[in-house]
């Protein structure tokens, strides 16, 4: 006698070892890229990274919205494995901030012993840092906006909400690729030029994913697949965008104030 489950078995899918395949070789892309200039391993992995990543993000929204196979507690699970994600990518990011502090209490005599080196033209915190704190935490109050819009029915206002803070999460990121380009040291300079381009840059790629969650749910709602009852996806992006709002605080605070 077949028992009843109350959670979702998933089916046989292989998007997500072809997926997992994928981050392997992005990763070992990036190496060759940085090591040794070549960067079409790095292109081509991230070819089929995003591919893999579509086809098995298509196959959850279809177990979703159109095969109901995901139940309250399937939803529950879905949340609970984005709040250990971020609480992950929290210890991630708390690395880097050791490893900050570690160099400024204890800089070492072939930078100075001062922190940051005395080489080393840092940037003013009231420049493009503040101003892409300023847009950060704008897209953070747009998006709960548009959550709470969505919450009480408002759809246009929701959508509108939604629509902003993607515009604002172009526009941060177009201003650190600004920051990068003028900046008058490179990330192989000192460990100061290393820790500052691996903290900004890898919180700089978080925003870009962030970005591409919002922009899938901005697609949903122009498919009118979110509702009020059906916005995991949604709040799971948001709990994310957040996240990226957060860190970033801190990491102006600690690399553009503090590290001046």
């Known amino acids: 006698m077949k028992k009843f489950n109350p959670f979702h078995l998933v089916e046989v899918s292989p998007w997500p070892f072809f997926t997992s395949l994928s981050i392997l070789s992005f990763a070992l892309g990036v190496i060759i890229m940085v090591r040794m200039f070549i960067c079409i391993f790095f292109f081509i992995s ?11 993000g298509r196959d959850i929204h279809r177990e979703g919205c ?9 939803l529950d699970g879905f949340k ?6 971020i609480l992950s990518e929290c210890f991630f990011f708390l690395g880097m901030f050791w490893g900050y502090f570690h160099l400024a209490e204890i800089p070492s005599f ?38 709470h819009s969505l919450e009480s029915g408002g759809f246009k206002n ?21 920051e990068y380009y003028v900046a008058s040291f490179t990330i192989s300079c000192s460990s100061y030029s290393s820790i500052y381009f691996m903290g900004t840059g890898f919180h700089g790629f978080h925003v870009i994913i962030g ?6 749910c901005l697609i949903r709602f122009s498919l009118l697949s979110i509702s009020p009852l059906h916005s995991s996806g949604f709040e799971c992006s948001i709990w994310y965008w957040h996240f990226v709002d957060v860190v970033w605080f801190f990491l102006y605070l600690v690399f553009y104030w503090w590290g001046v």
């Open 46 to 56: 991230l070819i089929f990274l995003l591919f893999s990543s579509f086809i098995w």
């Open 66 to 74: 159109y095969l109901g196979s995901h139940n309250i507690e399937a």
């Open 80 to 85: 609970l494995g984005m709040v250990f994600f």
């Open 110 to 147: 072939a930078l100075g012993g001062v922190w940051p080196p005395t080489d080393v033209l840092t940037f003013d915190p009231k420049g493009i840092p503040f101003l892409n704190t300023v847009l950060l935490v704008s897209s953070g109050i747009s998006v709960t906006w548009s959550h």
């Open 158 to 178: 929701s959508l509108l909400g939604l629509l902003f803070t993607i515009l604002l999460g172009f526009i941060f990121t177009f201003f650190q690729f600004i």
């Open 211 to 216: 970005t591409m969650l919002l922009l899938i």
